[in-house]
């Protein structure tokens, strides 16, 4: 499985990005991906996730109304596009599927790719 994050860079607020999540190594299509971010000094958060099954959507309370995730099964790709951008916005945001394997659950990650609003 290998994810690779890409669309990071610096933004001022208001502005909007769209961050890519290519995949290969596996059934994109049959699975779930997530976007999560971690910003210095806090705990890595879920932002956005969407279902394989239908696309349904999830977001997080502080993203939601302004970030919109989506997959095209056909690139084998997750997008996040983020309008509005706050400097609070401000992360690392990596792109994460998971698969269990004998009942143990096993977690797969991007490199990250670096948000920074700010004026």
């Known amino acids: 499985v290998q994810l690779v994050e890409s669309g990071g860079g610096l933004v001022q607020p208001g502005g909007s990005l769209r961050l890519s999540c290519a995949a290969s190594g596996f059934t994109f299509s049959s699975y779930a991906m997530t976007w999560y971010r971690q910003a210095p000094g806090k705990e890595r958060e879920l932002v956005a996730r969407?279902?394989?099954?239908?696309?349904?959507?999830n977001y997080a309370d502080s993203v939601k109304g302004r970030f919109t995730i989506s997959r095209d099964n056909a690139k084998n790709t997750v997008y996040l596009q983020m309008n509005s951008l706050k400097p609070e916005d401000t992360a690392v945001y990596y792109c994460?599927?998971?698969?269990?394997?004998?009942?143990?659950?096993?977690?797969?990650w991007g490199q990250g790719t670096q948000v920074t609003v700010s004026s």
């Open positions: 994460n599927t998971w698969k269990y394997i004998s009942g143990s659950k096993l977690d797969y």
């Open positions: 969407i279902f394989s099954a239908g696309g349904t959507t």
